[in-house]
């Protein structure tokens, strides 16, 4: 077997031989951007109007962004202020009605994604009760699955945890719904331990000290997790709060969000719950979905490099301009956390964070900060509905949630492994409401544009 010894070896490196298969490849592999339009493809699964290809039908989740209006000349899309339902229920009710009352939220938000509806006292405090005797990972887990392996993603050691969780299963193929439901308790209670344990060996593996914290029953996991990231414990009662309002606004976005959508496509197969949730993990972590926070944040780093006076409205205008031009930043032309796929006007998760974001700021003392994000979501807005010609624009959660999470003292390695703990809620929701209801393969359909040739010996090539 061909083991990797160090970063610099030849297992990493690209050789000559690799670049002249790349360029071979390159010789075949092109497909004029044209065709998509004469075979009627819907790139990225959405309509031309921008609306999604409606693929299945769910009760979890639904996304409200736009009201369509026929009138003379047809069907036309007009911008909405967004809502996001959890079972029906509109998401800012359920922060609004826990905060009013001192609960947390996110395990309150996580019972009704899973069954439908909110739970009374008794049957919320059993089902917290359940969560906290899950909590424990097997025994060593942390030394032979986490720590034996050097951790350089998240993400990645902790799919690699899910999948083994998968050895310590006595039923793991068994898709039954009360075998399912029972592992989606688990992997729901273990996906914050999974983060921080990971989190902590990657410190570890950078020459830092090595501390584990062991959750504690009766604590929310918003709570729990900030009590084992830091090393004396501590947190207050605002950190806890803000953490726990941003898993119940990640839980769940809708069946045709892209991590969601691969959960029911895998879930199709017959596969195991591992496996599928290990799929919707390497989904997440992309930058154009779970990432897209930490590109804000780098986004943000580099205004701040090249920006003196932040409340210099007119230099942050010219920058952005650069931003768009592709002449600064990474060049992309993009304001990253300006704009949503789905909601047109507003995203309702960024309107019930933004207060929180005041809160902390102000607790924080980033008064100065909270302003230069505040001038590049209204000049960034501004400038982006000039050049596409739109009346309207949203602002995503993931421009202010890295703020957030800056604030909270929360390293950059955790922003997507958080946004999992709270997803995960989510997508055992939709895995069980596939297994009951689904019954056939997702197998879309794609279309050929390469050309039929005969056979040629190899002697004539």
Known sequence: MFRKENQENAYCEITPAILALKEQWEKKNYIDPRLYKQYNVKRGLRDEDGRGVLTGLTRVGEIQSYNVVTDENGEHIVPADGVLYYRGIDCREIVRGTADRGRFAFEEAAYLLLFGELPTAKQLEDFCDQLSSYRTLPTNFFRDIIMKTPPKDLMNTMQRAILALFCYDDKPNDISLDNVLRQSLQLTANMPV?????????RYSQGQSLFIHHPLPGLSTAENFLRMLREDHSYTELEARVLDVALVLHADNGGGNNSTFTNH???????????????????????????????????????????????????????????????????????????????????????????????????????????????????????????????????????FSGFVYEMLGLPGELYTPLFTVARISGWSAHRMEELSIGGKLIRPRYESVEQHRPYTPIEER
Not at 194 to 202: F, G, P, V
Not at 291 to 307: P, Q
């Open 265 to 399: 496509v895998v879930t199709s197969s017959g596969t195991d719950t591992y496996s599928a949730i290990a799929a919707s993990m390497a989904s997440l972590k992309g930058p154009r979905h779970g990432g897209a926070n930490s590109k804000v944040m780098d986004m943000m780093r580099d205004i701040k490099a090249h920006i003196i006076d932040w409340d210099d409205e007119p230099a942050v205008e010219h920058y952005l301009t650069r931003i768009l031009d592709k002449e600064a930043f990474d060049r992309s032309g993009l304001i990253y956390g300006l704009g949503h796929a789905v909601y047109t006007r507003t995203d309702p998760r960024c309107e019930v964070f933004r207060d929180y974001v005041y809160q902390l700021a102000t607790e924080k003392g980033y008064d100065a900060e909270l302003r230069l994000y505040t001038n590049v979501e209204k000049i960034g807005k501004r400038l982006l509905m000039e050049r596409r010609n739109k009346d309207t624009l949203s602002t995503n959660i993931d421009f």
């Open 194 to 202: 999974l983060a921080i344990y990971a989190y902590q060996a990657w």
